[in-house]
């Protein structure tokens, strides 16, 4: 483009002098600094519209920056990168920098920072005439690993270039960016400075030998994006108030291209380097649910109607919702004692009571043999807190991790309690369900599930265990673990046991053929798209709490399936959406799931499989237009926690069983 270094780059560090920048944590300001003002020497920053418009300008590419960094982005490339000091003023490990430039300007800095001692081990300069030298290529050599996500920054360039060559540009990048790869772009001043301020900025740069070539406007810009592979996260029709897109400053993920583009001759020969994307997959569409999904969702409702049973008789404590202390004599305590003087405990969900309550009693059990019973682990500090347990004979904490397999667990005269009232509710809430439902409907469920569970693994737990708290998987037996000591017929097993041991098997196949969790596929992944979703808005169409969407999304966003951005139509708050990679995961669940019951129909016979569906569909599925009948287990008593908020639109396609009490929609 030019002879020698650039000017313009040159008087954008002089204005770049006096800006607030965006802090962190992390990096090394006083580096970039250092460069800018070495490189501002002799150039004037002049306090006008222009001045303002590159303050907006670099806030904006500095929160691109900051926020793919904190995303976990580890590749940061940057295009025409001139005197930029990003790469040392958010510097941090494990994140490399990538600055492709003209080699005049380049050398100069080169030459800048060694003089200045800045250490840029961490950059690597990657030498490229846009006109001509081919770009991707060139990152590749560098060591830009094509096959993890990046974001890439063209910061006032494109004005400089034909329209041609940013095309290219634009499309090079998008050959070596991977699914889930961002950019952050500048084009047209003009919105910005109106005609006349626009006249002379066109004459000042010409009159430094590097003249302005492209007039396009945010609207152009956003068409070649998608001709080049980026979809810019402003073609939402929310989006179109956003400040930014008036101003030209464009965001953009890495997408299918919108339409073939014919070759030119400096396309010709590369484009057939390009691979070619897959078309999207759609949204979630409407159809039968899995069978995952029908079992969750019968345990659920089983679980809630359990849950609201167990509060009502119990004496305990919660935090949003106030403190019950109903008892089933009917007395009532105060000071969070129950009517026979002893301390109420934290209320929690049927699986503590499954993987923890049920076996330990008055008497000694060690965390070895408690795990050997409930053949999965509990949240046993959780439980000694909440003022279930006793745990080497005490309730304060003394073990500065989890208790080894020989700490010695007693019950408390609360735990005691909670026992009576938890024993005898899963045989009457099947007994409601066999006069809400039909004695011929739940008889007809509980062969199938029976006739199922007699062919899975023995050593299955009776509840679903606590999801793993880094990915959410779901945690089968340790193989460690000794045979179940009294391995129950499954004909005798409680209606939530059959139902946890099937969904459980269910999840253990899942998760290593899908690559994710079925709780994050099944609920979050199910419902994103493309366009965007408040985050605030995920938690009814999931059937989960604003704790498990944050959970799930944020293993999303680590993983490149999805990210997070603020709200374009609104002042605060976020939206989520699928990125490629992510609607390829969102594809792959469904397929999964499809071809994980293909299997169990022809392993356990296709008509014990169906006789499954067949059981569950006319439970969870509504009749018309009404609400599905398992809606009918959700109706809390009176002094119910349930009852102060809002009832649930669906239930979860997985319980999300996290550590904080056991509550399948992880409450």
């Not at 369900?433 to 737990?461: N, S, Y």
Request: hydrophobic content about 40%; proline content about 9%.
């Amino acid at each position: 483009m030019y002879g020698g270094p650039s000017q313009t780059a040159r008087r954008v560090a002089a204005h770049r002098l006096g800006f607030s920048r965006v802090p962190v944590a992390y990096g090394d300001p006083a580096a970039d600094e250092a460069l800018t003002a070495d490189v501002a020497v002799g150039h004037d920053a002049p306090a006008n519209r222009m001045h303002d418009y590159l303050a907006a300008r670099t806030a904006f590419f500095d929160r691109a920056v900051t926020g793919a960094i904190d995303r976990g982005v580890r590749q940061i490339v940057i295009g025409a990168a001139g005197y930029d000091g990003r790469a040392f003023r958010y510097a941090k490990p494990g994140v490399r920098w990538f600055e492709v430039d003209h080699p005049a300007t380049q050398r100069d800095k080169l030459q800048r920072l060694e003089r200045l001692g800045i250490v840029a081990s961490h950059v690597r300069f990657v030498e490229a005439d846009f006109t001509q030298d081919p770009v991707a290529d060139r990152l590749r050599a560098a060591g830009l690993d094509a096959a993890a996500p990046a974001l890439f920054l063209l910061e006032g360039v494109a004005v400089y270039l034909e329209p041609a060559v940013l095309e290219s540009v634009l499309e090079q990048f998008r050959e070596v960016a991977a699914p889930g790869s961002r950019l952050a772009m500048s084009v047209s001043l003009s919105s910005v400075l109106g005609d006349a301020a626009r006249a002379r900025f066109q004459a000042a740069v010409a009159a430094l030998g590097e003249p302005a070539r492209s007039t396009l406007s945010a609207a152009e810009a956003e068409a070649l994006l998608a001709r080049t592979g980026w979809q810019t996260d402003q073609q939402t029709a929310a989006a179109r108030s956003d400040r930014l897109r008036p101003a030209g400053l464009l965001l953009a993920t890495a997408a299918p291209r919108a339409s073939a583009r014919p070759e030119t001759p400096r396309t010709a020969g590369r484009a057939s380097r390009v691979p070619k994307t897959p078309e999207p997959a759609p949204g979630p569409k409407p159809g039968p649910l899995s069978l995952s999904a029908l079992l969750s969702q019968a345990l659920v409702a089983f679980t809630i109607e359990f849950d609201n049973e167990a509060e009502h008789r119990l004496p305990h404590r919660t935090t949003g919702y106030g403190r019950s202390a109903q008892g089933e004599d009917g007395e009532d305590g105060e000071d969070g004692e129950d009517g026979q003087g002893d301390p109420v405990p934290w209320l929690v969900s049927l699986a503590m009571w499954e993987n923890c309550m049920r076996h330990v009693t008055e008497e000694p059990i060690t965390v070895g043999e408690l795990e050997a019973r409930a053949r999965t682990g509990t949240n046993l500090d959780g439980m000694r807190r909440w003022g279930y347990v006793t745990i080497d004979g005490t309730a304060r904490k003394i073990h500065k991790g989890r208790p080894g397999p020989n700490a010695v667990l007693r019950a408390t005269p609360a735990g005691l309690r909670a026992r009576q009232v938890w024993r005898p509710l899963p045989a009457l809430i099947e007994q409601r369900w066999r006069d809400r439902f039909g004695a011929d409907q739940v008889g007809r469920l509980r062969d199938a599930l029976v006739a199922m569970v007699r062919q899975l693994d023995p050593g299955l737990p009776d509840c679903l265990p606590i999801v793993g708290a880094a990915a959410l998987l779901s945690r089968g037996p340790d193989p460690a673990l000794p045979p179940r000591p009294d391995p129950a017929d499954p004909a005798g097993l409680p209606l939530p046991a059959l139902l946890s041991r099937a969904l459980l098997s269910f999840a253990l196949e899942y998760e290593p053929e899908a690559g994710l969790a079925l709780a994050i596929s099944a609920n979050v992944l199910r419902v994103l798209s493309q366009d965007g979703t408040r985050l605030r808005d995920l938690p009814p169409p999931t059937g989960t709490s604003k704790e498990s969407v944050r959970w799930a999304m944020g293993i999303l966003t680590r993983r490149y399936l999805a990210v997070e951005e603020p709200d374009p139509a609104a002042g605060r708050g976020k939206v989520a959406r699928l990125t490629p990679g992510g609607l390829d995961a969102q594809r792959r669940h469904r397929e999964v799931a499809g071809a994980i019951e293909q299997r169990w129909r022809e392993r356990f016979a296709d008509a014990a499989a169906g006789a499954l569906r067949a059981a569950l569909e006319p439970l969870a599925i509504a009749p018309g237009a009404g609400r599905p009948p398992l809606f009918q287990c959700l109706e809390p008593h009176p002094d119910n926690w349930r009852a102060s908020v809002r009832r649930p639109v669906t239930l979860p396609h997985y319980p999300m069983v996290l550590h904080r009490g056991g509550y399948p929609d992880g409450s």
